[in-house]
């Protein structure tokens, strides 16, 4: 079993900037793509960014240029700055990763709000 941890939410100014984490932990597992999605206020899931194991990366197109992911892949943690915020951005936020080739597993969820 794999657990994830997600952190770094919370409540922002417009034009500001957060990070998000999201760490994997378990026994004997290996992780390959790693993403984040984020949900808005009644509407569906939607991709954020991914970052393949090599590094190579996608954006949704409202996040390029102000949000970058990257992973440390010795910690099997996958991070999301999130630079000039904007109140659309205000989401629930949420880790994703593929594991053993096999499995998706889902963070719980962590709340960015972008507000004055």
């Known amino acids: 079993q794999v657990q994830l941890v997600e952190s770094g939410g919370g409540l922002v100014q417009p034009g500001g900037s957060l990070s998000l984490s999201c760490a994997a932990s378990?026994?004997?597992?290996?992780?390959?793509?790693m993403g984040w999605y984020r949900q808005p206020p009644g509407k569906q899931r939607e991709l954020v960014a991914v970052?393949?194991?090599?590094?190579?990366?996608n954006y949704a197109d409202s996040v390029k240029g102000r949000f970058t992911i990257s992973r440390d892949n010795a910690k099997n943690t996958v991070y999301l700055q999130m630079n000039s915020l904007r109140p659309d951005d205000t989401s629930v936020y949420y880790c994703?990763?593929?594991?053993?080739?096999?499995?998706?597993?889902w963070g719980k969820g962590t709340l960015v709000t972008v507000s004055s």
């Open positions: 970052i393949t194991t090599g590094g190579n990366t």
């Open positions: 378990g026994s004997r597992f290996s992780v390959g793509a």
């Open positions: 994703r990763l593929v594991v053993n080739n096999a499995f998706i597993y």
